[in-house]
């Protein structure tokens, strides 16, 4: 999963409450990525970041937040308004954003409702 | 708009047979595509992609995709299958702005003893 970390591995919320999920790399990447993961329908993009200071949403945003303060790390908060939040949650990272280049991805985070 | 499709939910070969993982495409413009292989509760790891040139590409693991463009697939393949092969295969492209993935939703794989 090299140079990409996600924590915790495992993650318990009640109801109700918001969680934020870590994620860190040390490749110097400049794009980030938080993908969300349901058994059957593959990966679904949540929010990307091209550079810092900077993201935008991707396909399902909705009860979701981020934040991209330093270029090593872009954490993810799910947030109470978040429906159905329980699912395997992954980071990745590339160089660039760009359609040359591929991801690395991070050991993911499960999320568990309550 | 961008999409794949893998048509198998589950492949299932012995070891030391060759192995063929479907994918197909629909793209506006070139198609940069991509393998990655997730074992159990874990992330997904890199395999290969296909940006030009060569319509055989060799990947890691002994792993090879064969690029066809008049049939719009990018199948994996590999010559020999081992027991470890065994996991969860994804195939993706590029959304047009570059600025994603979009993946089918996979193809499990299991080779028997």
């Known amino acids: 999963d090299g140079g990409i970390t996600q924590s915790p591995k495992y993650l318990f919320r009640k109801e109700g409450q918001n969680v934020t999920l870590s994620c860190e790399q040390n490749l110097n990447h400049d794009a980030m990525y938080w993908y969300r993961q349901d058994p059957g329908q593959g990966l679904r993009l949540i929010y990307y970041?091209?550079?810092?200071?900077?993201?935008q949403k991707g396909d399902i945003a909705e009860g979701y937040s981020v934040s991209r303060e330093k270029k090593e790390s872009f954490p993810l908060t799910v947030t109470s308004a978040q429906k159905n939040p329980t699912a395997f949650y992954l980071c990745a990272s590339s160089m660039t954003s760009g359609q040359y280049n591929e991801q690395f991805f991070g050991p993911g985070t499960r999320l568990t409702v309550l | 708009a961008q999409s794949v499709a893998q048509p198998e939910d589950q492949v299932n070969v012995a070891e030391g047979n060759p192995l063929t993982v479907k994918c197909t495409y629909s793209?506006?413009?070139?198609?940069?595509l991509f393998w990655y292989v997730q074992y159990p509760n874990r992330g997904l790891q890199f395999l290969l992609k296909?940006?030009?040139?060569?319509?055989l590409v060799k990947g890691s693991y002994g792993f090879e995709a064969e690029f066809n463009k008049s049939q719009t697939s990018f199948h994996l393949k590999k010559p020999s299958a081992l027991v470890s092969d065994s996991a969860l295969y994804f195939c993706?492209?590029?959304?047009?702005?570059?600025?994603?993935?979009?993946f089918g939703k996979g193809t499990t794989l299991s080779v028997s003893s």
């Open positions: 993706a492209v590029h959304n047009q702005a570059g600025t994603a993935l979009i």
């Open positions: 793209v506006s413009g070139n198609p940069y």
């Open positions: 970041s091209q550079i810092v200071n900077d993201f």
């Open positions: 296909y940006i030009t040139g060569d319509n």
